[in-house]
């Protein structure tokens, strides 16, 4: 069974619901998520685009007019470029080898998406790509670890959660978050202080931990757990 947070709906679904549009095999619960979440744009930029399934999908379904995808790999790339090639995008799919957003110019993309790294990978390309982010409409990020780390940096860093979702697929937990700049007001009083470093807001996430998400309750009681076995674990050696 998967459970997907989005939005205010709480869906319990065995299967993604698919747009009919997308052709792509494969097309995973997450993409679709991410799909749900990608704000309409002219151009976009997949980075670390990989096999290109999520820039197919953003351009079937007319979410963009144009996708550049971009990967640090070249043999990565050129799965999505045959995938360009397979659904007849080539016009509108350009494949580009580069280091995360140093791959694009200023006020060249719209909304990028950033998914399947680390938190603190994340967090290193949009600090390295400072000056191509910060014009953007949005970012869509999903880290696959170190989510905590990356709410941290985005809201010290002047970038606003303006949605979130989590889904479970098998046994791994995806998390997404849409960014734009802004004023980060939505993090309870106390707890929106820089000083101390990533708290059980950045764990959860605000928008997540506004709707009660089951998920994310979940996963912080279980590492609540750990830390406390852990801590018991350095309190007895040290004694």
């Known amino acids: 069974m998967i459970i997907v947070?989005?939005?205010r709906r709480q869906v319990n679904q065995a299967k993604p619901k698919?747009?009919?549009?997308?052709?792509?095999?494969?097309?995973t619960l997450r993409m679709q998520i991410?799909?749900?979440?990608?704000?309409?744009?002219r151009v976009a930029a997949d980075i670390g685009s990989d096999h290109g399934k999520l820039a197919v999908a953003l351009l079937q379904t007319n979410a963009c007019k144009r996708v550049i995808a971009t990967d640090i790999s070249a043999p990565c790339l050129a799965k999505a470029r045959k995938a360009a090639r397979a659904y007849k995008l080539e016009d509108r799919m350009e494949m580009r080898v580069g280091n995360g957003l140093l791959a694009l110019s200023e006020n060249e993309v719209e909304v990028a998406i950033i998914a399947g790294m680390g938190g603190e990978l994340i967090a290193q390309i949009l600090e390295e790509g400072k000056e191509v982010a910060r014009p953007m409409?949005?970012?869509?990020?999903?880290?696959m670890q170190h989510a905590a780390r990356l709410r941290y940096y985005l809201r010290g860093h002047g970038w606003r959660i303006e949605d979130e979702a989590i889904c479970v697929e098998g046994r791994r937990v995806f998390e997404w978050m849409r960014v734009s700049r802004g004023e980060v007001d939505n993090y309870p009083r106390g707890l929106d202080s820089l000083e101390d470093g990533p708290n059980v807001i950045d764990e959860m996430g605000p928008i997540l931990f506004k709707r009660r998400n089951p998920i994310s309750i979940e996963r912080l009681e279980h590492r609540q757990k750990i830390w406390q076995r852990e801590y018991?674990?350095?309190?007895?050696g040290m004694s």
Not at 18 to 27: A, E
Not at 34 to 41: I, K, W
Not at 137 to 143: F, G, I, R, V
């Open 137 to 143: 409409k949005a970012l869509l990020l999903q880290p």
């Open 5 to 7: 947070q989005k939005g």
């Open 34 to 41: 991410a799909l749900d979440m990608f704000p309409t744009c």
């Open 18 to 27: 698919k747009d009919s549009r997308i052709t792509v095999p494969d097309f």
């Open 232 to 236: 018991e674990m350095a309190r007895r």
